[in-house]
Each structure stands twice: as structure tokens, then as C-alpha cells.
């Protein structure tokens, strides 16, 4: 999945003032802690590597175990810069959105944390997290009693195979592809290019709906993921009746404990309770709070600044993605009162600078790039230590198969960036090769990359060109294929724990399209057939071709050079309860959120 394009997910770049990042804030800002620290957060970090667990009935019944000492009442504040780009389920892939989800929608099956680091898939709107048969290629879900959508209407297995369908309609372009594509193919659409809205439907050989209670789901091979592929936000349900197309991405009709009744889109969104979600169907989420007020256009470090203060209704707020603002991490660190009101932890996301391969062709400038590009000082500007660690390959620590000692470009020996080496590859080079266009986010964390980027390579000869991009919308900018950019700095993190969901999307031949996360828009046979034949092996086969894939990728291929794996640190304010880090959102745990008084 995607990290938003706000300073969590680091999908953007950042600013310091006077041109040039300031690199003494590495060391002002790691409040004590040292690499040694870092290997410990990548040893923690490795709990999100282990495989789900699928819950049955009794997991999947609600009401949510209760949090301790919570409250009813009170408006939460959330901040964000970027505004969202989507709102529609079908489009979201990114993470703002994403936890904005968590509150509104509710898919067939939902994650479920023990807060001690174990997770696991239960039923949501299914009973349980579905029953397999037929060696893995069918899949049967049963709808549990008394769900309804936020206008009363009961939710039906019609409703399901609508929210299916309807994403094979070109409406829905930023989504999610793993359940459309093991369904249809890679050319899917094609399957059913008005998406359900006309006569035609996806055949009960493929996606069954035999009575109001039961999905059925027939696939030409082995799924064992799809309880947690159902599980994502892209994949909530959209009810039939009130589905307005296009138009559905500004007013969607929740499902989840609260409603939208304000949606000023970039600027203000206001959520409140949604008096026909039952508590007692739902074994996840929470209705502490009456509402929910996300507030746009706040940057990270005014964020930081108003809840270090926590005065008035800072007090009953929250950052959304952002954290805390790298130049202010001393300030949190450093007074005990502030600090206890932190979160923090490993993100799955790798950032990295993505290379558009239908421009920049030529090996040796990507290889150059990958060694000049500096990861010192953009880790700098994430806040250190705290924001995140240099990353010398494509899988992050939170990954199975992640190999913290492959280093092909000798990163983690010289996180500054090797000079020389860049140079020498790009001897010979033409000069209008040098010159590179890049794609920065205009937020407050995009400005600071966009000095980094443009101060690394210009040391080795190259003329950068900066274009900005408007934050809420640049993962779908980037994501377009004819656009006029040479490389961006994008992340991409594993949807559930399995090379697959990094691999495959990232880099496989047939998510080159519009909207699709294969950014550098790489198209290798052997990359493709690897894929082809993980997919088709064993865990611990699959291991192998994986990491194999990922070795010809970085070192044959290079459609992107590795910069740092993020970290997350966030602040909320004093009156706010039962904040703690999630390990499936890789953010604050948004559904079990109160107002203290």
C-alpha cells in the first residue's frame, strides 16, 4: 500500500531553510539514541513480519473489548496538511485515507490487534474470516445478521457483489487490484467494462451470490490470502442502492460507527456518530467520541508546536499521518509531560526515488543516481533516528525475507552518498541526459526532500529541474503514465506480510496503467516470470524467487534507488485516551480513540 502523501507516509519531499539540509539535526534530534537503537526498532519491527491469524464466529462477534477507562462524548481534532484524495472505497489505497476508513466503512472481513503485536483477521460484516474449500480456490462468506448502512437499508450479498463489480468500471483507477485481477485477470476490466451498473454481471462461476446471506468467490487457483486482501480499505462495501458513481468519492454512505455530514473538500471534514451501526456486529471498532473534526491545511510543524503547547482544543487533537516535526523532536524527547503523550513505531513503507523508465532509459544515469542520492540527510529532515533508518534495498524490516546485510550500493556504509562512484558511471554520459526532471509534493515534508534530492545530485553533475505537485492528489499524478516527470520520491509498503503484495504490484509488467503502483513503470520478462513462479510455489520456495527478483531488480534493473525505511512518531493532546500505536495502520489506532473530559 501506499503512504499518504503527507510526512508519514514520506510519500513527498521536505525543507530547511538556506537551500541545504542541516545535518547536525541528525544527531539534535536522536535524543540518545544510536544505531545499535535502530537494529533494536528493526528487531521489533520484524513482529509485523508474522503471518495473521483467521479468526472464526466467536472472534468476529462484537462488541469490541472494552478500553480501559473510556469515556463517551467530546469532539476529536485531527490534523492534517495534504487534503484526501479519495473517499470512495474503491479508490483508496493510501494511508490518510485509509484511517479515515477505519471510522467510516466496513469490509467482509476487518484486522484485529491483541495490542501485544498479535493480529488477526475476523469476520466484519462476515461472521467469521471466511471458510475455504476446494484446495483454496473457493471461498464462502456469510453475512452476519443486523447490518445496515448509515440510511437504515440492511446490507445484502447484492451489496457485496456491487462493490465487486463496480471496480471494474474506469471510474475507479487508485484502488487496490489483487481481488479483480485473481478474479479476471490482469485485463479484468475487460470482464466487465460498465462495472455491474447495466445487465451484465461477473457469472456465478466466478463471484456467486446464491441467497441475501452468501458471497461466494471461485478463483482458478489457491488464495490463502484473500481474508486479508478483503480486509483493506479499497475493498469496503458500497451499497447498490445509493452508489453515485463518479460523484460517490465526495459523499460515500458509511457503514462504519460514524457519517459524514461535512465534507468541505481540502479544508474540513466533519464525522458524526451513525446512530444504525451496531455495536454488537462489529469485534474492532469503537464509538467513544461524538464526532470527529479533521481539520486541512495544518502543516507538520504547526501541528507539533500546538500540541506540545496543548492548550484549548488542542487538547482533544491528533495528527493524522504527519508526526512529530523533525526540528521540534528534542522538544517532545525532552519534557516527560509531552513524551507520555507519544506513539511510536516501524512503518512497512520503503521510500524510495522511483525512476519513470520511459524517460530515463539509460543504466548508468539510474545506477548514478542510486549512489549519489543522500540518505543522511533526508533521514535528517524525517527527524533521525526517530523518522526512519537508511535503507540499502526494496524490502523494508517489517517484511519476511527482508535482509538487513544486502547493500549493493554500499548505503549503509556511506549513507551520504558515494560521489565518486556516481561520477565515474556518468562519464561519457551526454549532458541532456543529466538533466532530470523531479516531481516534489508542495507540503512543508516535500519542500525539505525537494533540497535534499536537488543538493545530491547536483554535486555529481546533474541538472535538476524540480516541478511541484499538489499534495493530496500526488500519488495519482505520479501514478499517471504519460506523466512529465523523471523520477518522485514514492513508498510502498507490504499490504499484509508477503513479498507478494510488494513485489507484485510494485514491479510487475502488468500493473504498467494509469493509476497502478507500478510508478517506474518497469516491464521485465524475468521480473515477470519470478512473479509468475512465486505466486505459484510454497512459503518457503516463494522465499527464494523473491528474493531473487528482488536482487536482479536493484542491481539489473534499477527502476529505483532505495532511500530509508520510515519510522513513525506521533503526538496527540492531553485530554485524548486510549492512544497507542497500531501495527496494521502503522499510525495511532484510530478506532479506539476518547475524549477524557
Same mark, same amino acid.
Given at each position: 500500500?501506499?503512504?499518504?502523501?503527507?510526512?508519514?507516509?514520506?510519500?513527498?519531499?521536505?525543507?530547511?531553510?538556506?537551500?541545504?539540509?542541516?545535518?547536525?539535526?541528525?544527531?539534535?534530534?536522536?535524543?540518545?539514541?544510536?544505531?545499535?537503537?535502530?537494529?533494536?526498532?528493526?528487531?521489533?519491527?520484524?513482529?509485523?513480519?508474522?503471518?495473521?491469524?483467521?479468526?472464526?464466529?466467536?472472534?468476529?462477534?462484537?462488541?469490541?473489548?472494552?478500553?480501559?477507562?473510556?469515556?463517551?462524548?467530546?469532539?476529536?481534532?485531527?490534523?492534517?496538511?495534504?487534503?484526501?484524495?479519495?473517499?470512495?472505497?474503491?479508490?483508496?489505497?493510501?494511508?490518510?485515507?485509509?484511517?479515515?476508513?477505519?471510522?467510516?466503512?466496513?469490509?467482509?472481513?476487518?484486522?484485529?490487534?491483541?495490542?501485544?503485536?498479535?493480529?488477526?483477521?475476523?469476520?466484519?460484516?462476515?461472521?467469521?474470516?471466511?471458510?475455504?474449500?476446494?484446495?483454496?480456490?473457493?471461498?464462502?462468506?456469510?453475512?452476519?445478521?443486523?447490518?445496515?448502512?448509515?440510511?437504515?437499508?440492511?446490507?445484502?450479498?447484492?451489496?457485496?457483489?456491487?462493490?465487486?463489480?463496480?471496480?471494474?468500471?474506469?471510474?475507479?483507477?487508485?484502488?487496490?487490484?489483487?481481488?479483480?485481477?485473481?478474479?479476471?485477470?490482469?485485463?479484468?476490466?475487460?470482464?466487465?467494462?460498465?462495472?455491474?451498473?447495466?445487465?451484465?454481471?461477473?457469472?456465478?462461476?466466478?463471484?456467486?451470490?446464491?441467497?441475501?446471506?452468501?458471497?461466494?468467490?471461485?478463483?482458478?487457483?489457491?488464495?490463502?490470502?484473500?481474508?486479508?486482501?478483503?480486509?483493506?480499505?479499497?475493498?469496503?462495501?458500497?451499497?447498490?442502492?445509493?452508489?453515485?458513481?463518479?460523484?460517490?468519492?465526495?459523499?460515500?454512505?458509511?457503514?462504519?460507527?460514524?457519517?459524514?455530514?461535512?465534507?468541505?473538500?481540502?479544508?474540513?471534514?466533519?464525522?458524526?456518530?451513525?446512530?444504525?451501526?451496531?455495536?454488537?456486529?462489529?469485534?474492532?471498532?469503537?464509538?467513544?467520541?461524538?464526532?470527529?473534526?479533521?481539520?486541512?491545511?495544518?502543516?507538520?510543524?504547526?501541528?507539533?508546536?500546538?500540541?506540545?503547547?496543548?492548550?484549548?482544543?488542542?487538547?482533544?487533537?491528533?495528527?493524522?499521518?504527519?508526526?512529530v516535526e523533525a526540528t521540534q523532536i528534542?522538544?517532545?524527547?525532552?519534557?516527560?509531560?509531552?513524551?507520555?503523550r507519544t506513539v511510536k513505531g516501524y512503518?512497512?513503507?520503503?521510500?524510495?526515488?522511483?525512476?519513470?523508465?520511459?524517460?530515463?532509459?539509460?543504466?548508468?544515469?539510474?545506477?548514478?543516481?542510486?549512489?549519489?542520492?543522500?540518505?543522511?540527510?533526508?533521514?535528517?529532515?524525517?527527524?533521525?533516528?526517530?523518522?526512519?533508518?537508511?535503507?540499502?534495498?526494496?524490502?523494508?524490516?517489517?517484511?519476511?525475507?527482508?535482509?538487513?546485510?544486502?547493500?549493493?550500493?554500499?548505503?549503509?556504509?556511506?549513507?551520504?552518498?558515494?560521489?565518486?562512484?556516481?561520477?565515474? /558511471?556518468? +562519464?561519457?554520459?551526454?549532458?541532456?541526459?543529466? $538533466?532530470? &526532471?523531479? %516531481?516534489? !509534493?508542495?507540503? =512543508?515534508?516535500?519542500? #525539505?526532500?525537494?533540497?535534499?534530492?536537488?543538493?545530491? /545530485?547536483? +554535486?555529481?553533475?546533474?541538472?535538476?529541474?524540480? $516541478?511541484? &505537485?499538489? %499534495?493530496? !492528489?500526488?500519488? =495519482?499524478?505520479?501514478? #499517471?503514465?504519460?506523466?512529465?516527470?523523471?523520477?518522485?520520491?514514492?513508498?510502498?509498503?507490504?499490504?499484509?506480510?508477503?513479498?507478494?503484495?510488494?513485489?507484485?504490484?510494485?514491479?510487475?509488467?502488468?500493473?504498467?496503467?494509469?493509476?497502478?503502483?507500478?510508478?517506474?513503470?518497469?516491464?521485465?520478462?524475468?521480473?515477470?516470470?519470478?512473479?509468475?513462479?512465486?505466486?505459484?510455489?510454497?512459503?518457503?520456495?516463494?522465499?527464494?524467487?523473491?528474493?531473487?527478483?528482488?536482487?536482479?531488480?536493484?542491481?539489473?534493473?534499477?527502476?529505483?534507488?532505495?532511500?530509508?525505511?520510515?519510522?513513525?512518531?506521533?503526538?496527540?493532546?492531553?485530554?485524548?485516551?486510549?492512544?497507542?500505536?497500531?501495527?496494521?495502520?502503522?499510525?495511532?489506532?484510530?478506532?479506539?480513540?476518547?475524549?477524557?473530559?
Amino acid at each position: 500500500m501506499n503512504p499518504s502523501s503527507s510526512r508519514r507516509a514520506r510519500a513527498i519531499v521536505v525543507a530547511l531553510a538556506a537551500g541545504s539540509l542541516v545535518l547536525t539535526a541528525c544527531s539534535k534530534n536522536d535524543g540518545g539514541k544510536s544505531d545499535a537503537d535502530s537494529k533494536k526498532d528493526q528487531k521489533q519491527a520484524s513482529v509485523q513480519s508474522k503471518a495473521v491469524t483467521y479468526a472464526d464466529a466467536a472472534g468476529s462477534t462484537g462488541p469490541a473489548e472494552e478500553v480501559a477507562g473510556a469515556k463517551s462524548g467530546g469532539t476529536i481534532a485531527v490534523y492534517q496538511e495534504a487534503g484526501l484524495s479519495h473517499l470512495d472505497p474503491g479508490q483508496i489505497y493510501v494511508s490518510d485515507a485509509g484511517q479515515v476508513a477505519n471510522l467510516l466503512f466496513r469490509r467482509l472481513t476487518q484486522f484485529k490487534e491483541d495490542g501485544k503485536g498479535g493480529v488477526s483477521v475476523v469476520g466484519d460484516l462476515a461472521t467469521d474470516a471466511g471458510k475455504s474449500s476446494d484446495g483454496g480456490k473457493t471461498w464462502t462468506f456469510t453475512l452476519k445478521d443486523g447490518i445496515k448502512d448509515e440510511k437504515g437499508a440492511a446490507i445484502t450479498s447484492a451489496d457485496v457483489r456491487h462493490t465487486v463489480e463496480r471496480l471494474y468500471a474506469k471510474f475507479v483507477f487508485d484502488g487496490p487490484t489483487y481481488l479483480q485481477t485473481w478474479l479476471s485477470g490482469a485485463e479484468y476490466r475487460k470482464a466487465l467494462p460498465d462495472g455491474g451498473f447495466g445487465k451484465k454481471h461477473l457469472p456465478a462461476s466466478v463471484l456467486d451470490t446464491p441467497d441475501d446471506k452468501t458471497v461466494v468467490f471461485h478463483f482458478d487457483t489457491a488464495r490463502p490470502d484473500l481474508p486479508q486482501t478483503l480486509a483493506m480499505a479499497g475493498y469496503a462495501v458500497v451499497p447498490a442502492k445509493t452508489d453515485t458513481k463518479e460523484k460517490y468519492d465526495k459523499a460515500p454512505v458509511a457503514t462504519g460507527p460514524y457519517k459524514i455530514v461535512s465534507n468541505k473538500v481540502g479544508k474540513e471534514l466533519i464525522l458524526k456518530k451513525n446512530t444504525n451501526w451496531d455495536p454488537k456486529t462489529d469485534s474492532v471498532r469503537h464509538q467513544y467520541a461524538d464526532g470527529f473534526d479533521f481539520q486541512f491545511g495544518v502543516t507538520e510543524s504547526t501541528q507539533t508546536k500546538r500540541l506540545i503547547a496543548d492548550q484549548g482544543k488542542d487538547k482533544n487533537a491528533i495528527q493524522l499521518t504527519a508526526g512529530v516535526e523533525a526540528t521540534q523532536i528534542q522538544d517532545v524527547i525532552g519534557n516527560p509531560e509531552v513524551s507520555k503523550r507519544t506513539v511510536k513505531g516501524y512503518q512497512p513503507y520503503v521510500m524510495q526515488l522511483t525512476f519513470n523508465l520511459d524517460r530515463v532509459k539509460n543504466l548508468k544515469v539510474r545506477q548514478a543516481i542510486t549512489y549519489a542520492v543522500n540518505s543522511k540527510s533526508l533521514i535528517a529532515g524525517e527527524g533521525g533516528v526517530y523518522g526512519g533508518d537508511v535503507a540499502p534495498n526494496y524490502f523494508a524490516p517489517t517484511l519476511p525475507g527482508y535482509e538487513a546485510s544486502y547493500d549493493p550500493y554500499g548505503r549503509l556504509k556511506a549513507p551520504q552518498g558515494n560521489i565518486a562512484k556516481a561520477q565515474e /558511471l556518468l +562519464k561519457g554520459v551526454p549532458a541532456a541526459e543529466k $538533466k532530470v &526532471v523531479f %516531481a516534489y !509534493s508542495n507540503s =512543508e515534508p516535500g519542500q #525539505k526532500r525537494k533540497v535534499a534530492i536537488e543538493d545530491a /545530485l547536483s +554535486k555529481v553533475g546533474f541538472d535538476v529541474v524540480s $516541478k511541484e &505537485v499538489d %499534495a493530496a !492528489s500526488y500519488y =495519482e499524478q505520479i501514478g #499517471k503514465l504519460d506523466n512529465p516527470y523523471d523520477m518522485y520520491i514514492s513508498g510502498w509498503g507490504q499490504d499484509w506480510p508477503s513479498p507478494s503484495t510488494v513485489v507484485t504490484p510494485v514491479y510487475d509488467g502488468d500493473q504498467v496503467a494509469d493509476g497502478a503502483p507500478n510508478y517506474s513503470h518497469v516491464k521485465d520478462a524475468k521480473v515477470d516470470a519470478l512473479i509468475k513462479k512465486a505466486l505459484s510455489q510454497d512459503p518457503v520456495e516463494a522465499a527464494k524467487t523473491w528474493k531473487e527478483a528482488q536482487h536482479y531488480l536493484l542491481e539489473k534493473v534499477v527502476p529505483a534507488a532505495p532511500l530509508w525505511y520510515t519510522k513513525q512518531f506521533q503526538l496527540s493532546g492531553s485530554n485524548i485516551g486510549g492512544a497507542r500505536y497500531g501495527s496494521v495502520s502503522s499510525l495511532i489506532d484510530i478506532t479506539r480513540l476518547y475524549v477524557k473530559s
